[in-house]
């Protein structure tokens, strides 16, 4: 509904006497606003179907038969077209649609949240009757009743536009809550046997326009107008939704959607919405702390910098391989880099990962081309060769379904078990772990399918979809129990057959694609290029650069562990906000490597499992707290505001990294946020002529695709969509960044896609990665007939700190149960609920079992890092295997 014709497809109507101008097929009501005029509303949205229940945008319309009241947001401007929106008769309407929805409204504004960014009080006073002839009693309900874990729904104050429920149902696609009644006794209420679950709930409190939903953390947490807030951008998953962070008192209230049309339409999910309260809880670290007889004690900011310059100095001088640096993705793109020139660039490693083992290869996300998020909702057909798109990236889910079915996209899905975009897809292909490369090949080289994908109909459609017009390819980690490189190579298959396709990396982390562009990632240097391509460029700018490739994560921890034959072993860890734990797939491996490490620095923003084995604790700014960059999985870089001060002696990123170079003997020249990205825009190609001036201009508000020379940006000014739901960001332009933007061309960017390769006087700029690497496959031995091979997939509410420091989200993790395919469940004489024995080759686990027939026959699948049993699905992943192998025994 928000589509822009091009100029010979627009035409002329009158509106309040002047002419004005309007796209075919645009709503009255969108043609009025554009020219200026604003038609009060409660019902109309312009991200969801138009419905005209409210009746509060009534305007005069002329025809043959005289001037009619009809709804502007259900009448499509015409040529030629005669509006009046201020006549009276269109003000009689406005009045006595207001004097209705106020007989049973309660008058309970200096009680209510929505008091104060309330449309029902604005429209009234602006609109409205201005005093009521209802004398008799109002209808009464009990408030607030609860019909989700986060919202409560207040019926008396309900006004029956029916937003809430037709975001359920349009957008969201979870019919879950809906009217019942009639006359005054209709409500909003939720069905019996299935209760409001969904991912995006807190949208509806969000576009509600009265005070009917409120959410449950915000609720009596502050009033409107005691709130400052910024625009910034979401960092809980990699998608990089734009919000308004609004706080008070130094505590972060809430978060809003804010609408731009490249990326989350508005719409946030409720992890995303949430979660960011944990930068409030009451055990954040708030000065550095050393280990002294066994216990870590708070110390001075120069004694602990001493202390880690000593131990790391310690450590590579053994060798630079002795060091392993893990983690990096929920650092600004700012910090990352100073990281990054610190280990790479100071100390000398290139063991340095910010995947975290739960990736894929830095070479193939960073060389495959890129895909855009609209790219990938306008394309004919988009592949998905990646986990459940709903659980790990929700706001991507809802504009790939939003594709599939109100536009033309057809998707084609391989995935070892169903998915929430099955039932959207037009085909879905099942394989067994280990199987990608060989389902891959049966689509695009006539190769011989897996047994889970025998279906010659389903094969022949979606060879003939990936046939037809633009193609984006998905690609992600389907199962954290399988090696990285096995889905890398089904990638890198489609890269070779489908030369005009393009890419979409569906990896989760917050900034992880910013931090591998910072080159937080083995054999990379910052703006996407390879260290042997990098080394004369890097070694002028740094002074020095690893003398060969390093570890990844998985290798880093074998070699702390002892696991690794060749190589030096690694005897010092720097954690960069992560938590090998919780957050590396094989925990066995992970608690192995940290307790056997002999020198360990966590650089973190609150407890956690990985600081009983830390020798140094560094606090560090968290989101919200820290200003600077960020990179979604497109490569659209945004800002991030600060908003709030860091608690006690913590510092951003960038500067704990900054002052360690000195206390290591460099200086890395950053005196400011600033000036990190000024050297990143001057060395890092792919971010050559983003400059802080393209940033901070109007016309980047919305974020800047890198490279500028492989996606030109124009300006465009960019308006709230939905003056009814954010009426509270409208400030956000005098209080933080501006609003009215939408991309911007850099004064540079001729120079970044014409210019000279060679800096003046210095060596060549180095070429960026291009096209798939090679890659280390590991062989797959044909599962015996006594195994069953495990998935491990991840689920959008889990153990990790973003959920359970929140108290609203941490109920919402429940316990696991082990998926299996039913007739496995018959043979094994089990049905669902029963117990069973799952062995592997690093522990053994008594869990609960539920069949599940899209799984392929001796497949199973579990969750990753929610309880499952006595322990974890990470408590049976074996690292030194491709798949992993289990034995299922009934108890």
């Known amino acids: ?267 946030l999910c409720d992890k995303g919405r949430f979660a960011a309260d944990a930068v409030n809880r009451e055990d954040r670290l708030t000065e550095p702390m050393v280990r002294k007889d066994g216990t870590l004690v708070a110390v001075s900011w120069h004694e602990a910098l001493e202390v880690v310059a000593t131990g790391l100095r310690a450590a590579v001088d053994d060798g630079p391989d002795s060091l392993g640096v893990i983690g990096g993705a929920r650092l600004t793109n700012e910090g990352a880099y100073a990281w990054a020139r610190v280990a790479k660039g100071v100390l000398g490693t290139d063991s340095v990962d910010a995947q975290l083992g739960d990736g894929l290869p830095a070479e193939l996300v960073l060389g495959l081309p890129r895909a855009t998020i609209d790219q990938a909702a306008s394309a004919s057909t988009v592949l998905l060769l990646t986990g459940d798109v709903r659980e790990e990236l929700p706001i991507l889910f809802l504009r790939l379904r939003a594709a599939a079915v109100d536009g033309d996209l057809s998707l084609v899905e391989l995935s070892p078990q169903a998915t929430s975009l099955t039932e959207h897809a037009a085909v879905s292909l099942r394989y067994g772990p280990g199987d990608a490369r060989a ?168 407890p956690g499992d990985a600081l009983e084995h830390a020798d140094v604790v560094l606090p560090a700014a968290e989101a919200h707290e820290r200003p600077g960059t960020t990179t979604n999985i497109e490569g659209r870089v945004s800002r991030v505001g600060q908003k709030l001060v860091p608690p006690g002696q913590a510092w951003p990123d960038w500067m704990i990294a900054g002052e360690l170079a000195v206390h290591l003997g460099h200086d890395l020249g950053f005196d400011s946020v600033g000036t990190v990205w000024d050297e990143i825009e001057r060395l890092a190609v792919s971010h050559r002529g983003i400059t802080r001036a393209v940033l901070d201009s109007h016309g980047a508000a919305d974020g800047v695709v890198a490279p500028l020379s492989a996606n030109p940006v124009s300006l465009s000014r960019r308006a709230p969509l939905d003056p009814v739901a954010v009426p509270g960001v409208e400030s956000v332009e005098r209080q933080g960044a501006g609003l009215q933007a939408g991309l911007a061309t850099s004064p540079n960017a001729a120079a970044a896609a014409t210019g000279a390769d060679t800096a003046a006087g210095g060596p060549p700029r180095p070429p960026m990665l291009s096209g798939a690497p090679d890659l280390s496959v590991p062989h797959v031995s044909p599962a015996d007939g006594y195994s069953v091979r495990l998935v491990a997939s991840r689920v959008l509410y889990d153990g990790g700190s973003a959920v359970e420091a929140v108290p609203a989200l941490a109920g919402l993790v429940g316990p696991g149960s082990l998926r299996v395919n039913p007739q496995d469940l018959d043979a094994l004489g089990a049905a669902a609920g029963d117990q069973v024995r799952l062995r592997s080759t690093t522990a053994t686990l008594v869990v609960p079992v539920e069949p599940d027939p899209s799984l392929p026959r001796k497949v199973v699948a579990a969750d990753v890092n929610v309880p499952l049993g006595d322990g974890t699905v990470t408590d049976l992943i074996d690292r030194a295997f491709p798949v992993v192998d289990l034995r299922m025994e009934s108890l």
């Open 1 to 267: 509904m928000t589509d822009r014709a091009t100029p010979s497809e627009e035409f002329e109507f009158t509106l309040d006497g002047r002419t004005v101008r309007a796209r075919k097929g645009e709503m009255l009501i969108a043609a009025a606003e554009r020219a200026g005029t604003f038609i009060p509303r409660f019902c109309y949205h312009p991200r969801m179907q138009p419905v005209g229940v409210c009746r509060m945008c009534l305007v005069e319309v002329s025809g043959p038969r005289g001037a009619t009241l009809m709804p502007s947001c259900f009448i499509e401007a015409a040529p030629g077209m005669e509006v009046s929106s201020d006549s009276d008769k269109v003000k009689k309407a406005q009045d006595g649609v207001l004097e209705f929805l106020l007989i049973n409204h309660p008058l309970d504004c200096p009680v209510c949240d929505k008091g104060g960014e309330c449309p029902l009080q604005d429209q009234t006073l602006a609109y409205g009757p201005g005093e009521t002839r209802f004398v008799e009693e109002k209808r009464h309900f009990e408030k607030p009743i609860p019909i989700s874990e986060l919202v409560l729904l207040d019926r008396e104050r309900c006004i029956q536009c029916s937003r809430c429920t037709r975001f359920a149902d349009e957008v969201a696609g979870e019919a879950q809550i809906d009217f019942v009644g009639r006359g005054e006794q209709l409500q909003v209420a939720t069905f019996p046997e299935l209760p409001f679950t969904s991912y995006f709930s807190g949208n509806t409190v969000q576009i509600c326009p009265v005070g009917a939903l409120t959410a449950t953390p915000y609720r009596f947490a502050a009033r409107p107008w005691d709130l400052d807030q910024v625009e910034s951008t979401c960092t809980t998953c990699a998608v990089g939704c734009r919000v308004a962070v609004q706080s008070s008192s130094n505590r972060l209230t809430r978060l809003l959607g804010i609408d731009i049309d490249p990326v989350n339409h508005g719409w």
């Open 439 to 606: 389902l891959v090949d049966a689509l695009v080289a006539d190769g011989t399918p897996p047994a889970a994908a025998k279906d010659d109909s389903a094969l022949t459609e979606a060879r003939r979809l990936l046939g037809e017009g633009p193609v984006v390819v998905v690609v992600g980690r389907p199962s954290l129990a399988e090696d990285a490189e096995l889905v890398a190579d089904a990638a890198r298959a489609l890269a070779e057959a489908l030369p005009e396709a393009r890419f979409l990396p569906a990896l989760r982390r917050g900034n992880v694609l910013g931090a591998l562009d910072m080159g937080l990632a083995p054999g990379l240097l910052p703006g996407r290029v390879g260290l042997e391509d990098g080394r004369s460029w890097f070694e002028a700018a740094w002074g020095a650069v690893p003398d060969g490739r390093g570890r990844g994560t998985a290798d880093i921890l074998a070699a702390a562990a002892g696991d690794q034959a060749e190589g030096a072993p690694v005897t010092a860890l720097v954690l960069l906000g992560s938590d090998p734990l919780c957050d590396f797939p094989d925990r066995r491996l992970a608690r192995r490597a940290l307790e056997a490490a002999g020198f360990v620095v966590a650089v973190a923003t609150a």
